[in-house]
């Protein structure tokens, strides 16, 4: 069974920098895309920025030219790195991994999630 482990959250004033990691665990023979997610409260959850194997990524308009996500294949883990953060920044961070596991059966997991708040 394959399981995301997030890391990073945290507390961070207007402009700041954080940097969220998922690193996935179990039998993996492949993860096709990585990314991130987020959920503010009263919201929907949101994509943010998506990675796929061979480095294609995906931002949201809001988060283009702030947040840069990478990927270390031989680690199956994903980063997020986040620049220049606002206070509508602020929501629970989710990672994402789909691929393929034990017997080639296909996959889709989600983290357990991890905060975000940015507030002076």
């Known amino acids: 069974q394959v399981q995301l482990v997030e890391s990073g959250g945290g507390l961070v004033q207007p402009g700041g920098s954080l940097t969220l990691s998922c690193s996935a665990s179990g039998t993996i023979f492949g993860i096709n895309e990585m990314g991130w997610y987020r959920q503010a409260p009263g919201k929907q959850r949101e994509l943010v920025a998506t990675?796929?194997?061979?480095?294609?990524?995906n931002y949201a308009d809001s988060v283009k030219g702030r947040f840069t996500i990478s990927r270390d294949n031989a680690q199956n883990t994903v980063y997020l790195e986040m620049n220049s953060l606002k206070p509508e920044d602020t929501a629970v961070y989710y990672c994402?991994?789909?691929?393929?596991?034990?017997?080639?059966?296909?996959?889709?997991?989600w983290g357990q999630g991890t905060l975000v708040t940015v507030s002076s």
């Open positions: 990675t796929t194997s061979i480095g294609v990524t």
């Open positions: 994402n991994a789909n691929g393929y596991g034990q017997s080639w059966s296909y996959f889709n997991v």
